[in-house]
């Protein structure tokens, strides 16, 4: 079952990337009015945090197809609510009960005028590995951190292309540090990934592939090949140095000849949450 197939009678509309960005913020924002902790993910957050390369998105022919966030459980009820006020239709109470079945909690909404689909993720993302949003979704506003967006995309273990452009991008247009404004945080990265061999396997194994994808994008100058080169060493490095815990080092012990993540049909019925 999908949890899209409601909506499988409805084809997307030509809607331009700005069109998804803007309604992204406008719904945020009335979030922030209303006292709801909402923040973009996905794609749409990877625009907003990178208005110097939309150029770049645009020529790496790297569409926006819907809208994702992620908040707080104890925000539900208000934000189905706020999207019945913004005329946004809900999916059946069918689907939602699967979701939460699953694990993932999530909420979909589909606007029947503009044909535009927004999914909403509660506390964690719970694909191929967890990615917890405790005390994260402050931080930043109106998307999640730099630092998480680029977790959401390297926890992907069958990464695709979509997901190799955006995390290409969002590198180039920030630098590493030990803060989350505008940085890739390699503190609380590498900490996260000192707890759980999984995720740190999936991660530094996507982050060298990036760098094997790289070449073939000329859209990047050499420049700013050099420097996504750099920053993802740099991440490799930090993430080695960190010290692991003793969880980490007994499946470490294991490694791949035991399955290290969660296959994602089985957490979420399909690539929604994905950043599509």
């Known amino acids: 079952m999908s949890t899209v197939s409601q909506f499988s009678d409805f084809e997307m509309s030509a809607t331009s990337s700005s069109d ?3 309604e992204a913020i406008r719904i945020a924002e009335v979030g922030k009015e209303r006292g709801i902790v909402l923040r973009v993910m996905g794609a749409c957050a990877i625009r907003i945090h990178c ?31 706020m999207f019945k006020d913004l005329s946004y239709r809900s999916e059946s109470e069918t689907v939602k009960l699967y979701t939460h079945m699953y694990g993932q909690v999530r909420s979909g909404y589909f606007d029947l005028k503009t044909q535009r689909k927004v999914d909403v993720f509660f506390d964690r993302l719970q694909m191929c590995h967890n990615v917890d949003f405790k005390n994260r979704l402050e931080i930043d506003f109106p998307t999640l951190t730099v630092s998480d967006i680029l977790l959401e995309k390297m926890q992907i ?5 979509k997901d190799v452009k955006d995390t290409l991008v969002l590198i180039n247009e920030h630098d590493v540090g030990e803060e989350d404004r505008e940085t890739i945080n390699l503190k609380y990265i590498s ?3 000192a707890q759980d061999w999984g995720f ?6 996507n982050l060298k592939r990036l760098k094997t994808f790289l070449p073939q ?60």
């Open 157 to 161: 273990v069958k990464i695709n292309e």
């Open 200 to 205: 740190y396997y999936t991660m530094t194994t």
């Open 20 to 22: 998804f960005i803007n």
């Open 51 to 81: 208005p110097n390369s939309h150029q770049i998105l645009d020529r790496l022919q790297r569409a926006i197809t819907d809208v994702d966030f992620m908040s707080y459980s104890k925000f539900e009820e208000k934000i189905e609510q």
């Open 217 to 276: 994008y000329d859209v990047f100058g050499n420049d700013s090949k050099s420097v996504i080169e750099h920053r993802i060493d740099k991440m490799l490095e930090h993430i080695e140095e960190q010290p692991k815990s003793m969880k980490w080092r007994m499946r470490a012990k294991i490694g791949t000849s035991r399955k290290w993540y969660a296959d994602v049909d089985e957490v979420s019925m399909g690539n929604v949450g994905r950043g599509e």
């Open 191 to 193: 900490r996260l990934l």
